[in-house]
Nanobody, 121 residues
Framework: QVQLVESGGGLVQPGGSLRLSCAASGSIFSINAMGWYRQAPGKQRELVATITSGGSSNYADSVKGRFTISRDNAKNTVYLQMNSLKPEDTAVYYC???????????????WGQGTQVTVSS
């Protein structure tokens, strides 16, 4: 089995910063893309940022220039540095990873349990 565990969420004032981490563990042969999504109350889950195993990243327009995604392949961990936070960034943030568990198995997408980020004064 594969587990993704997020950490780093919390309450922050507008303009502040937070850094989220997500560590994958378990039966892992390789990890392709990793990413962060978020879901605000009453809204659909939306893409925040993704990063390939080679380090190429992609961002939602709403977070470009404020958020930075990175990863440590040796630790199977993906990070999301969030700066200049706004109240509209308030959501539960989920990480995911495209994991291959062995050389002969297909790639499956796994999700973390989510971490709450609240931006409020």
């Amino acid at each position: 089995q594969v587990q993704l565990v997020e950490s780093g969420g919390g309450l922050v004032q507008p303009g502040g910063s937070l850094r989220l981490s997500c560590a994958a563990s378990g039966s892992i042969f390789s990890i392709n893309a990793m990413g962060w999504y978020r879901q605000a109350p009453g809204k659909q889950r939306e893409l925040v940022a993704t990063i390939t195993s080679g380090g190429s990243s992609n961002y939602a327009d709403s977070v470009k220039g404020r958020f930075t995604i990175s990863r440590d392949n040796a630790k199977n961990t993906v990070y999301l540095q969030m700066n200049s936070l706004k109240p509209e960034d308030t959501a539960v943030y989920y990480c995911n990873a495209d994991v291959r568990r062995s050389i002969v198995t297909p790639v499956y997408k796994y999700w973390g349990q989510g971490t709450q980020v609240t931006v409020s004064s």
